[in-house]
Each structure stands twice: as C-alpha cells, then as structure tokens.
C-alpha cells in the first residue's frame, strides 16, 4: 500500500498516531501528498517478522562467543579513553574546587567513580554479555519493542552525533593552536584540519571495536603522560589550596554531577562492550579499570595541579585545564596542544562507534560504514560552522535523559532475574513512566527555579537514574509491564 494523505501506515504496526514508530517517519517523511518511491519506501521503514517483531530486532543476532575478547582489549581500553580526553576534566576543578576544597573534591572523585560503574554501566552491561546484543535490543525490554525505537535506539545515535561535532572541533581548535595559526571555525585552515580530522576517526570506528580498543591502547598513552607531565609542573603546593568560597557540600554534589552527567551516555553504551566481553568476570574488570579507576587517575591529577596552580598563582582567574597547560608555556605547552589533540582519538572513536552501533541497528538496511559516514558529515557541519561550540549544555540537557536510562535498565535487570529475557511487546509504559519521572529531576539544575533549588537538585544525573529505577520497579510490580515476545536469535 502506497504511503498517502489518507493513509496511516507502518508496515506490520498497528496504525495509532501514538505509536512512536509511526511518529518517527511522520517526522523523517513518511506522511507524504503523494506516493514515496518504492525503493526509498522499503528502505526507510522498518518492517517486521511473520512474528511481528520490527525489523530491527527480527534482524538482530547475537555476538558469538567465538568472537569475543579479554576485558583489557576492548572494554577498558575504550572507556579510558574517554576519561582522559581533555573534554573530560576541561572543567572539572570549575565551580567545584573553589567550594569543595582539594580533599573534600576527591572524596567527590571517588563516589562518583564507583557510582559510574555500579548505577550507570553495570546493569546495560551484564545484560550486553548475557544475550551477546546491543543496547538498542535489549533496551526493547525495558523500553518495548516499539518504544525502544525513540528510547535507547534512535536518541542514542542523535547524541552521539552531537559530541562527535564537539570532539572534532575541539581537536581541530588545539592542533591550530599548537602551529599558531588561527583557530576560528569557518576558516579554511579549520576545515582542512577538521575534515582530514573527523574522516579518519570515522574509518577507525567503522572498522569495529577490534580497531578502536587498539587505537585506544596506544593513544591512551600520550594524555596519560602528558596529565602526569603538567601535574608535575603545576601541582606543587597543592596542600596549602585554600577554597575561596567553601561549600563543601555543594562543591561534593557538583562534581559527582560533572563526572556522572559527562558518563551517563556512555554507561548506557556498557551494552555494546559487555556483548564482547566473555563473561561477569571481564564485565567488572573493564569497567573497573577503563571507567573508576580512569575517572580518578585524570580527574584526581587535574584537581592536585589545580590546587597547586592556584597555591602559587593566586591571580589566576581560571580553573580550566588550559589554564595549566599555559602554566606550563614554551615549547612544552605547543606540543602538549598537538599532543591532546591525538589524545581525543579514543573518545571520538567511541563516539563514532557508538553512532554505527545505533544507527545500523534501528535502520538495518543501511550499511554500518554509510551511517557512520551520514553521522560524520553531519557532525563535521556543526564544527564547521562553529555550532558545535556551543551545543555542550544542550546535549547535557538531552543527555540528562540516560539517566533514568540507565536506572530503569538496572531495574529491568534486576527484576528479571540478570538475565534479558527478550523484547517486551509494543511500549513498556513501566520504562516510559520511569524515563519520563527521571528526566523530569535531571533537568531541575537547567529549569528557570531558584539557586536553592537547583542546588537542591545536585548531582540531577544521579537522582534522575534513581528515580529511573525505582519508578521502573513500581510500575513493574503494579503489572504495566507488557508481555515478552521471542526472539528467534536470542542467546541463550
């Protein structure tokens, strides 16, 4: 049946204006005054299963056992790398330090570590390494089959899109620093340096994450050094930092907020690593290694050498990191630049990755290398025209949307016994419920309320994935969770 003004259709769906599938190709252009070419018809809608399953679960298979690897070539590796990308602890020691102090910040590091890996990526990753799938699959559960196309699936990729804009135009606005040249976004300089920058990194991540844990090992390397090199210059005198407005308890919550609100995305990804890992084992050590202790080797360093900076340069006016690496100055500094610039290759392969996974998954019929490339091109026209720049806190406001995430999947996991019992039919109204509460709380700090409250409602990213797990849990128990479907290549 053609698609018409007169028509609401989505091959194998139900018809409802309120099915969230039929949603999405109204917006992509399914509801069209005239018919869609045929081809572009079948390769845009998602179909589905004699079993009525849509076509991006019917076609979902489970990753080998064969195929999968030790946590320290793929998990750990990989998720250092974000961590000790300078978009990471830029801003860290930023309205944090100044109320906190030095050791109350790192007792902050350290919860946050832990809350990281234990609220955020264990649940999405046990349930990875269980049933071999992605996240976007085995958010069908906690989501629905249908529902899970808008929340984890379709949002996922978008995100990841607009921080893949963000690394890129960071990297490009360092590696022109470094050589002195102008580093304005729209300059031809810029975009030649941008475009060799952001095609490169996309071959990397089309690769898979064979190629991307082992770029990670040997690019870890260099930010690793270079915070222990910068540390060192500017660290000494830490122990005589004084805060100059101390509140210590809001300086706790807001870092445990900066670290969990920069990780919740991420977390949710702990799917797509856990289904490589061979079993419980890997899980825990990946992320263990890659997410806690990463979080507080970088994060832990950068508040020591600001502390210390600040000791001995009173009149600094900055708590950012560039502020340290200009403390350093000289030759040093310029290829500290260059050197941070290569350092953002891990964190942008996983961006890149994570895409592919997203994309190829909820549009099978797209080849994984074309969305990384479609993602890419529009990742790459953000930094260029300087929009990326100042994309950071509205993708942390849709980013504060993983946190319920996160927590309504560790529920999910929970209730099912630690096991991913398959999709679940249509929407799951428990993960919507959950989802919808959750968001609501994270996004107090960017709601136009009072200093009070939004002070109240720090860490929001913690508090919005707690919510996220118990809403789950009580809609769950109160029987709004839809019946399970089979899955025809679910592991067992």
Known sequence: MPITTCKWHA???????????VIAQIVIGYWAPRPLPRRLTAFLMPTTSPASLPDYLARSTPRPAAARRPWYSNTAPTYAGIFLWIGFYQAIANGTLIHAGLAVSLCALFVAAFLSFGLFYYGPAMLGMRSGLPLYVIGSSTFGSKGGYLIPGLLMGILQVGWYGVSTDLATRYILKAIGIPSEAGTWSYLLVAVVWAYAIAWIAAKGIGYVSKVAIFANIVPLIMILVVALRTAPGFESYTPADPKPWLGFALLIQVVTGFFATAGAAGADFGMENRDARDVRLGGLVGISIAILFSGGLTLVAMAGAHS???????????????????TIGSIIFVLYAIASIPGASFCAFIMGNSFS????????????????????ILAATGLASHLVPFFQIIGASFGPVCGAILADYFLSGRVWKGPRKGINWAGYGAWAVGFLIGIIPFMPVSETVKSFAQPATVYSAVAGFVVYWILAKAGLEPRELELASQAT
């Open 312 to 330: 001995r340069h009173p009149n600094l006016d900055s708590y950012n990191f560039d502020v340290l690496i200009s403390l350093v100055g000289g």
């Open 11 to 21: 091959r194998g769906g139900s018809g409802d204006r309120n099915d969230p599938i």
């Open 361 to 380: 998954t909820m549009l099978p019929r797209i080849r994984r290398a074309t969305v990384i490339g479609l993602g890419v091109t529009f990742a790459l």
